[in-house]
């Protein structure tokens, strides 16, 4: 017997018991049914069961491999587009799709039919990934690190020849294509600064 048909079974004999009886049913439905106390008796004072609306739950559609995977290449050959524009870029890139990749009709339609929000949801983690590619591309080395003097405590220093270097990237969120980056060296006693500009192609 499900939750439904249960409450069915037990409404009336709640409406015509007493109060001490109504509490003897009311655990009884809590612990069968697995509701909260003041849902339980919510549902065995309101309407009769015949009248409710229960709510249906309906589950997202579900996309495959192969569908996250041409939505992924779509989405890095295309320049890495906010959500809506690739959505509308999608029917575009369908015949550069069937070269590469071996799309069912099935694969088709539902990279056709995926939403801008079901899109997010797909990159997030890839979104994640290339966000601190683009702002953490400088990497530690270690091949002069033993050779070179460096002093990190404090800055404090009352003569010239400590210095501050920033290699910095001018590319915004997205590193493709041609941007510019700058190499900038600052002295910190006389706050002397040297910048060299360069462009790159992504």
């Known amino acids: 017997m499900g939750r439904r048909e249960y409450l069915r079974a037990i409404y009336d004999r709640y409406q015509r018991s007493s109060l001490e009886q109504k509490g003897t049913i009311l655990d009884e439905f809590c ?61 575009l890139w369908l015949p550069w799709l069937r070269r590469r990749l071996a799309l069912s009709a099935d694969t088709e339609r539902q990279l056709l039919a995926i939403s801008p929000r079901q899109i997010d949801r797909r990159l997030r983690a890839r979104k994640r990934i290339l966000r601190r590619r683009l702002y953490g591309r400088t990497k530690p080395g270690t091949l002069l690190k033993h050779h070179i003097p460096i002093k990190t405590d404090h800055w404090d220093v009352t003569a010239p020849g400590f210095t501050e270097i920033d290699l910095v990237s001018h590319s915004g969120e997205c590193a493709a294509g041609e941007f510019a980056h700058s190499f900038n060296l600052t002295d910190i006693h006389s706050a002397w600064t040297e910048i060299l500009r360069g462009a790159r192609q992504g």
């Open 31 to 91: 612990k069968v049914c697995g509701y909260h106390r003041k849902y339980a008796i919510r549902l065995l004072s309101g309407r009769r069961p015949e009248a409710h609306r229960w709510p249906f739950r309906t589950r997202g559609p579900s996309y495959g491999r192969p569908v996250i995977q041409a939505l992924v290449q779509v989405w890095e050959a295309a320049g890495y587009p906010w959500s809506v524009r690739l959505k509308a870029l999608l029917p």
